[in-house]
């Protein structure tokens, strides 16, 4: 028998063998190939949806309907008068409406933000719903109210019995610029009313007990803290202005003729599709060079 005191037998235990230790920087690659495995399908999506398309637009510029590949339809584009006049209108159209729109919605942010009234965050509330509407629908109300059969100059001939009302101006550059002032003003108003959310009210109270006057008040505090939330607004207005073909159609403005509708024109009244890509293509260039501005004073905003 055994001995009460006997211990009992020990396995012995086998120390295990150091693995290869694995380096940060190889699992660091590890998971950056394994996220792009995840990113390539979405990513192929995407070419193939927009990319694919902008791609045979590119080709079929250079390719003119004589036949083969050649800078033919860039030259003829380039030269015609047609083009630097849409080019042109384009531009000055962006610009105008851009500014009325920082204007405009710089007014209607320091009421909403600054000036007490009932109904102030129904009105900041229906800006964000105001995004959404098509463009092309604001146009058709100003149709409505301000166009030759409207109801201004319908209620102006019912009173005074002439042949036409005098709101005519819809039909011209300025009534446009009026539509594009109309609906792209709230992208302005946006980024401003957040911008004056975090504003310090501390400085402004401070400015009035020194006995600053509210335009004083404006130009020294607020203004200074609101040229980063206008410049991201004001440039994102101007690239949706180049790029607008609703309210230009819709309000059939007599000799306005931009880079949207010029490749309508061509491309469906003139079958001249290789002159139509090329337009496009310079639109495209504008468009993505103004965009890039955008995106790099949205940053310094948000900085």
């Not at 005519?168 to 992208?187: M, R, S």
């Not at 403005?253 to 931009?258: F, L, R």
Request: with cysteine.
């Amino acid at each position: 028998m055994a001995s009460a005191t006997e211990h009992p037998t020990e396995t012995p235990v086998t120390p295990e063998m150091p693995g290869p230790a694995r380096r940060p920087g190889t699992t660091r690659t590890v998971r950056a190939s394994r996220a792009w495995l995840w990113a390539l399908p979405p990513v192929a999506l995407l070419s193939l949806v927009f990319l694919y398309p902008l791609a045979l637009v590119v080709q079929q510029s250079f390719q003119p309907d004589s036949g083969g590949t050649s800078l033919e339809p860039y030259a003829d584009v380039f030269a015609s008068a047609a083009f630097r006049e849409a080019l042109w209108t384009t531009v000055w159209l962006a610009l105008a409406s851009t500014a009325g729109c920082l204007v405009l919605g710089f007014v209607l942010a320091l009421v909403i933000a600054f000036v007490p009234f009932p109904g102030a965050r129904a009105v900041s509330k229906f800006i964000d719903v105001f995004l959404s509407f098509p463009s092309f629908l604001i146009t058709l109300a100003l149709l409505f109210v301000y166009g030759s059969v409207g109801m201004a100059n319908g209620l102006w001939t019912d009173l005074t019995g002439a042949a036409e009302g005098p709101f005519q101006f819809l039909t011209t550059p300025w009534g446009v610029v009026l539509a594009e002032i109309t609906f792209f003003t709230p992208f302005v108003v946006r980024p401003l009313l957040a911008a004056f959310s975090h504003l310090d009210t501390a400085q402004l109270e401070a400015a009035s007990s020194l006995g600053a006057r509210a335009p004083r008040i404006i130009g020294r505090v607020i203004l200074p803290e609101a040229l980063p939330a206008l410049a991201a607004g004001g440039s994102l207005v101007l690239v949706l202005c180049l790029n607008e073909f609703g309210i230009v159609l819709f309000t059939g403005a007599k000799g306005v003729t931009t880079l949207p509708t010029l490749v309508y024109a061509k491309a469906i009244l003139e079958s001249d599709y290789p002159g139509a890509c090329v337009v496009a293509v310079v639109n495209v260039l504008i468009s993505v060079g103004l965009y890039a501005l955008y995106r790099v004073v949205s940053r310094r905003a948000g900085a």
